[in-house]
């Protein structure tokens, strides 16, 4: 049985314990988050124990579940890692680039398992092409929320943008050319609204608008690449393939053109979406990396890997972002 304790049980903190309790061979031994109001409903609701310090709950444990604001994280992840405990923290890693670079050389001399929250590697609409080829040479994504003071801490590119980052990253097997980006703080003091292009060694270029200041809601991504394109939409988690090909079976719909070099035909596809729970996924997948002995699917080097380009983006619109 894994014992896991939950740092943090706020909104987030919630649906992980939610989770937790659905996930076979673990046992939440308990809770820490300082908040007395919060603590003592999640307390009674859940019938689980709260811990008044940090340490207590970290030596009771075999494994922590950090979701609190990111200006807690590594304070938590090293006491954790320091005692040989294993660490799932979510997204972004951790406050800046010195404590993330720091908790990646700590899990490493440890050999702890260590597992960052990217919960969008997990959503079922990316999950439909996991088997796909993926060469994208060009990338189109719009990340749009409507404002909620929650998770102001941070500016939208380590909020919500940080999530098309490391899904960029993890298709594009490429490294980052050049970064150019431009901002815009109009309900905070940090971007709530930017746009970011990313040029890849390799050719491919990526387009990313991020705001938290938009009436409606969006987390989409567009991947063109030779003869096909893919649409992925995260909110509603539905996904299109359209192709320069033949038909392949009776589900795909098919047609006809003339281009200058003969007739093409234009295959539509909307491959199975599995019916998954991303949050549970990526838990079920952290409990599996521990009993398995096996490689975290979002490792700490990749969560590194997109805090690095994030607080790129921010240098970069550090020079251009226009205040409010």
């Known amino acids: 049985m894994l014992k896991v304790g939950v740092f943090g049980v706020g909104h987030l903190g919630k649906f992980h314990l939610n989770n937790w309790k659905e996930i076979q061979d673990v046992e939440i031994v308990g809770f820490y988050d300082p908040h007395d109001d919060t603590?003592?409903?999640?307390?009674?609701?859940?019938?689980?124990?709260?811990f008044l310090d940090a340490d207590s709950l970290i030596d009771a444990c075999d494994a922590i579940?950090?979701?609190?604001p990111?200006?807690?994280?590594?304070?938590w992840c090293e006491k954790a890692?320091?005692?040989?405990?294993?660490?799932?923290?979510?997204?972004?890693?951790?406050?800046?680039?010195?404590?993330?670079?720091?908790?990646?050389k700590l899990a490493k001399e440890s050999g702890i398992k260590f597992q960052v929250g990217h919960v969008e590697r997990f959503n079922p609409a990316f999950?439909?092409?996991?088997?796909?080829?993926?060469?994208p040479m060009f990338i189109e994504v719009h990340r749009l929320a409507q404002f909620n003071p929650r998770g102001t801490e941070v500016s939208v590119i380590l909020d919500l943008m940080i999530h098309d980052i490391d899904i960029i990253l993890s298709i594009v097997k490429s490294d980052v050319k050049s970064i150019s980006?431009?901002?815009?703080?109009?309900?905070?003091?940090?971007?709530?609204i930017a746009n970011v292009r990313i040029e890849f060694h390799n050719g491919c270029v990526a387009n990313l608008t991020s705001s938290r200041i938009s009436m409606k809601k969006m987390r989409k991504i567009r991947l063109f690449q030779k003869d096909s394109y893919i649409g992925i939409d995260f909110l509603n988690k539905k996904t299109e393939i359209?192709?320069?090909?033949?038909?392949?079976?009776?589900?795909?719909?098919?047609f006809d053109i003339e281009t200058p070099t003969g007739k093409k035909t234009i295959a539509m596809s909307n491959p199975i979406v599995p019916e998954v729970n991303a949050i549970r996924m990526e838990l079920e997948e952290f409990r599996n990396a521990i009993v398995n002995n096996t490689k975290t699917i979002v490792s700490e080097m990749d969560g590194l890997m997109a805090m690095d380009v994030a607080?790129?983006?921010?240098?970069?619109?550090?020079?251009?972002?226009?205040?409010?």
């Open 65 to 68: 579940d950090v979701v609190a």
């Open 181 to 192: 980006a431009s901002g815009v703080g109009v309900m905070t003091e940090t971007p709530d």
């Open 70 to 75: 990111t200006n807690f994280h590594y304070e």
């Open 242 to 254: 359209i192709k320069l090909k033949e038909p392949q079976d009776s589900n795909v719909f098919a």
């Open 127 to 135: 999950l439909a092409i996991k088997d796909l080829s993926l060469n």
């Open 311 to 324: 607080h790129q983006i921010l240098e970069k619109i550090g020079n251009n972002i226009i205040s409010r």
């Open 81 to 104: 890692i320091k005692k040989g405990k294993h660490v799932f923290v979510e997204k972004p890693l951790a406050n800046d680039m010195t404590e993330a670079r720091q908790l990646v």
């Open 39 to 50: 603590a003592i409903q999640v307390s009674e609701k859940y019938q689980l124990p709260r």
